[in-house]
């Protein structure tokens, strides 16, 4: 299995432009989530996903959509990119909504905005 | 609302020496708590999760957790540490709904 895979690994925006990041699950999860981690800030949810179909705002959704048509992706959007979304976006599942299931985290994409 | 303070932004050890990091949450429930690792470059791995039943819990790569519901921490231990545990530390809290609040981090140096 390859776990939470995210696509790309890096990119570089210039102000304005717009991006999809891709991630993807093979382990049949429910759950999925989008975050960002800053320097010294820890991770912060975007949004997050308790099903096919479905999709909630998180701690910081603003500027970002996402979508989860299928399962087992879950495409995070930047329609206008600003310097301040510069950070790293981790991607991560769990098996169920009850709060001791661990969550399984992607590699990250690193982005960076000019 | 649930927190979680990791009070130690960095920490430096030698090899071989005993590690804590301090974990302390809040919540107003009993808690869900994890510890994860985060090598460079890499997305985060458990270590270890404590839901209930014994407040000692034991993870992966030796290390171990105390759950203290007196004191609302909840500490990584590991008896000596190697260095390739050099990486970043994060304690977390259940937030209900499948979703976690992270602490900030804590980043652990180890000398050789």
């Known amino acids: 299995n390859a776990g939470v895979t995210q696509t790309p690994k890096f990119r570089v925006l210039k102000t304005g432009q717009s991006m999809t990041l891709l991630c993807a699950q093979d382990m049949n999860h429910e759950y999925m989530y989008w975050y960002r981690q800053d320097p010294g800030m820890g991770l912060r949810l975007i949004h997050y996903?308790?099903?096919?179909?479905?999709?909630a705002k998180g701690e910081v959704p603003d500027g970002y959509n996402v979508s989860r048509l299928k399962k087992q992706n879950f495409l995070l959007g930047l329609e206008s990119a600003a310097p301040s979304q510069t950070s790293v976006y981790f991607c991560?599942?769990?098996?169920?909504?009850?709060?001791?299931?661990?969550?399984?985290f992607g590699p990250g994409t690193r982005l960076t905005v000019l | 609302a649930q927190s979680v303070t990791q009070p130690d932004i960095h920490i430096t050890v030698s090899e071989g020496a005993s590690l804590e990091l301090r974990c302390n949450y809040s919540y107003g429930a009993t808690p869900y708590l994890f510890w994860y690792v985060q090598s460079p470059g890499q997305g985060l791995q458990l270590l270890l999760k404590?839901?209930?039943?014994?407040?000692l819990v034991q993870g992966i790569k030796g290390f171990e957790a105390e759950f203290k519901r007196s004191q609302s921490s909840f500490n990584l231990r590991k008896p000596s540490v190697h260095w390739s545990d050099a990486a970043e530390y994060f304690c977390?809290?259940?937030?209900?709904?499948?979703?976690?609040?992270f602490g900030d981090g804590t980043t652990l140096t180890v000398k050789p």
């Open positions: 991560a599942s769990s098996g169920s909504r009850s709060s001791y299931n661990e969550q399984f």
């Open positions: 404590y839901f209930s039943g014994d407040t």
């Open positions: 977390a809290v259940g937030a209900g709904a499948g979703k976690s609040t």
């Open positions: 996903s308790v099903g096919e179909g479905t999709t």
